[in-house]
């Protein structure tokens, strides 16, 4: 079974176009972090959410905690060809256990 | 900025083989943990490794598989035997004590033949 379902899996979208990729889980997480992987390059940490409903901002991008903490989102305004990359969220179930990753979503943006 | 080093960042190795993959945590970090990806897959958790012992290990991470902190600064895993199947990318992470933002390593990309 997935512990983090992240969908879509592939998106291909124009430059300057909105988007928002989701990650979903039937489990209460303590925090959750968002990173981009570059192929061949490890994963890049970009936020880490804690707080039930907290958003946070970074710069086009906002990402936001759902309520009960089993779900997020990522949401990117404008998206730029510096955006293609693989979208990973990744959820950390209680203090001290590891980091369970989602499959990931591949952004693909056109210019 | 502080980051996580791995070397190498490629390693060919014949099946069968032992290899040692080599990390330096960010050096005020006290939680370390090594992940691989398998091309194509998600990244998947082996182990993590706090006060010199493991703390936490996955089904992956069977008597093939071992870690070590020979020293203040390195954080290796060993692979004994090698099989085609660990063929992956092999990702060290390391973490502050009470927070779980794992800061990711470049990987070493391990082919075994």
């Known amino acids: 079974t997935q512990l983090l379902e992240q969908s879509p899996q592939f998106l291909s979208i124009q430059e300057g176009e909105n988007l928002t990729v989701y990650c979903n889980s039937s489990?209460?997480?303590?925090?959750l972090q968002w990173y981009r992987q570059e192929p061949g390059e490890g994963p890049v940490l970009l936020v880490t959410?804690?707080?039930?409903?907290e958003v946070k901002k970074l710069k086009r991008l906002t990402f936001q905690f759902g309520d009960a903490r089993k779900d997020s989102s990522l949401h990117i305004t404008a998206a730029q060809p510096g955006d293609t990359g693989l979208y990973l969220c990744?959820?950390?179930?209680?203090?001290?256990?590891?980091?369970?990753f989602g499959k990931g979503t591949r952004l693909s943006v056109i210019a | 900025e502080p980051e996580v080093t791995q070397t190498p960042s490629h390693q060919v190795t014949q099946m069968g083989q032992e290899v040692i993959l080599r990390c330096v945590p960010i050096?005020?970090?006290?939680?370390f943990y090594w992940y691989r990806q398998i091309l194509g897959q998600k990244v998947e958790f082996l182990v993590s490794f706090y006060n010199n012992e493991i703390s936490e290990k996955s089904e992956i991470f069977d008597d093939q598989f071992s870690v070590e902190r020979p020293d203040g600064s390195n954080f290796t895993l060993k692979i004994r035997s090698t099989k085609l199947e660990d063929s992956a990318m092999y990702f060290c992470?390391?973490?502050?004590?009470?927070?779980?933002?794992?800061?990711f390593g470049q990987g070493t990309r391990l082919t075994v033949v």
């Open positions: 992470a390391s973490s502050e004590r009470l927070r779980q933002e794992a800061f």
């Open positions: 959410v804690v707080t039930g409903g």
């Open positions: 990744a959820g950390a179930r209680s203090g001290n256990t590891p980091l369970v």
């Open positions: 050096s005020n970090h006290l939680y």
């Open positions: 489990s209460v997480f303590s925090s």
